[in-house]
């Protein structure tokens, strides 16, 4: 079942998408050589909280933590733990807040100092993917026609992993409702995407092989030949001409500017 929001929805949602974007633009000013994830999920919760929101993923289906952090050959998925990170780093770092009834989310990927030009353009290019797919996220295209523009940008153009097991998703009253949208997929098929639809797309794209591999914790996804991984959301609603971007990552980016610690994939 796929529920279309009202514009009234539509704007709570918006609300909790920005404070996921604030939350993560926080926690983005405090990540450096030496801090850990625990303290980066301390800082995301307690920011949530003081904003009146609250921190979706933690005990979603056992989740213990408000942060998804997926550091280097982490895919998603990753619970945050006492290690540091260090120089040349790269962190994938997801977040979820509840408010107003309605859910938020949205994720980023982070270089701590420098790295390598080839990871650099993995970000690059995995980032240009998502906003590649919002392009065809208009009523009356379709599902797959998202798949197909984020596959062709990745994939076909750069032989990068798209992928296939872990896919974007329906956004709204729950974290994840109907429909899945997958970074894969071909033009023309899959569910009408129509107006009030709200969907999180969310490519994750592998620097070499696709595959995956699940850890013993039950959550923790590694790629298979251990080689970097990046992952950038974006919550939107359906609309006639042009999709409405319902996270905003220029709170984010405003951050990793002012960070002298972390670099930029550009
Ligand atoms: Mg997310
Ligand atoms: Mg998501």
Not at 50 to 59: A, D, E, K, M, Q
Not at 164 to 174: A, I, P, W
Request: aromatic fraction near 6%.
């Amino acid at each position: 079942m796929i529920y279309l929001k009202t514009d009234d929805e539509i704007q709570k949602i918006k609300e909790s998408c920005i404070l996921v974007c604030k939350t993560l633009a926080e926690v983005a000013s405090h990540l450096r050589p030496g801090i850990s994830g625990f303290k980066l999920n301390e800082i995301a919760e307690d920011f949530i909280r003081s904003n009146g929101g609250i921190p979706s993923f933690l005990g979603y289906k056992n989740f213990p933590a408000s942060l998804c952090i997926s550091k280097n050959e982490v895919v998603v998925h990753g619970i945050p733990n006492n290690e540091i990170f260090e120089e040349g780093d790269v962190v994938s770092i997801d977040c979820g807040v509840y408010k107003n009834g309605f859910h938020g989310d949205s994720a980023y990927t982070f270089i701590i100092g420098d790295t390598h030009p080839e990871i650099k353009k993995l970000l690059r290019v995995t980032n240009e993917s998502l906003y590649e797919g919002i392009k065809t996220a208009v009523a009356g295209n379709r599902v797959g026609d998202i798949g197909a523009a984020i596959q062709t940008h990745t994939e076909i153009k750069q032989h990068y992993g798209v992928v296939r097991e872990l896919v974007g998703h329906g956004v709204g009253k729950n974290l994840h409702e109907a429909p899945e949208v997958p970074n894969f997929g071909k033009r023309g098929k899959g569910p009408m995407l129509k107006e009030g639809m709200v969907i999180a797309i969310e490519p994750m794209i592998n620097l070499g092989t696709r595959k995956i591999k699940q850890k013993d914790d039950g959550w923790t996804i590694v790629t298979a030949d251990k080689k970097a991984s990046a992952h950038y959301e974006h919550t939107i609603a359906i609309r006639k001409n042009e999709a409405e971007i319902l996270s905003d990552h220029s709170f984010i980016e405003k951050s990793i500017k002012n960070n002298n610690e972390l670099g930029n994939f550009s």
